[in-house]
T-cell receptor, first 116, second 112 residues
């Protein structure tokens, strides 16, 4: 069965500090992994995704994530936080093989705050 | 190109009433997904429609239902509303089985 665990429901960092959002997954099929961001009162926007190939994935807004199969992890990082990064971040995994089951299973989200 | 559009954006209902939410996918996308985002519960998968058929359903009671029209737009219906149905209802669409979903901005339902 597929599942996603995000460590920490809240994270506060200072502007310019490293951002590290943790995600661990469980999957009975080769995982497709995603990070989405949700700004207040908006829908979700895709940050980046891993399907196959290179395990270090670069996304929008300077974010990147590394797929580590041995650790069943897909942590999201950004070297230097900006105030505009304050939002809620969701990790997700596909339900079925290659997305064949269509929908994604989401973690509970981590709300990122950035202090000036 | 227009993204996923949802209507209405906000609505208030009372317990026992019924509500219909609407979603138009990105042009060319044939799959539509509905998620419920209730406070503290994260995103819960409700329904998946593809080519007019219901393909998968989450762990929700039968009073949550929907359909997909020939133009791939979709409706979500919730009957006999309960207080705990208060949530942001998100619609997403995708093109084929890529796994990547494109989300609308949601319909925020408040049940009093």
């Amino acid at each position: 069965a597929q599942s996603v665990t995000q460590l920490g429901s809240h994270l506060s960092v200072s502007e310019g500090a490293l951002v590290l959002l943790r995600c661990n997954y469980s999957s009975s099929v080769p995982p497709y992994l995603f990070w989405y961001v949700q700004y207040p009162n908006q829908g979700l926007q895709l940050l980046l995704k891993y399907t196959t190939g290179a395990t270090l994935v670069k996304g929008i807004n300077g974010f990147e994530a590394e797929f580590k199969k041995s650790e069943t992890s897909f942590h999201l990082t950004k070297p230097s936080a900006h105030m505009s990064d304050a939002a809620e971040y969701f990790c997700a995994v596909n339900r079925g093989y290659g997305g064949s089951q269509g929908n994604l299973i989401f973690g509970k989200g981590t709300k990122l705050s950035v202090k000036p | 190109e227009a993204g996923v559009t949802q209507s209405p954006t906000h609505l208030i209902k009372t317990r026992g009433q019924q509500v219909t939410l609407r979603c138009s996918p990105i042009s060319g996308h044939t799959s539509v997904y509905w998620y419920q985002q209730a406070l503290g519960l994260g995103l819960q998968f409700l329904l998946w429609y593809d080519e007019g058929e219901e393909r998968n359903r989450g762990n929700f009671p039968p009073r949550f239902s929907g359909r997909q029209f020939p133009n791939y737009s979709s409706e979500l219906n919730v009957n006999a509303l309960e207080l705990e149905d208060s949530a942001l209802y998100l619609c997403a669409s995708s093109a084929g089985y890529t796994g990547e979903l494109f989300f609308g901005e949601g319909s925020r339902l408040t049940v009093l």
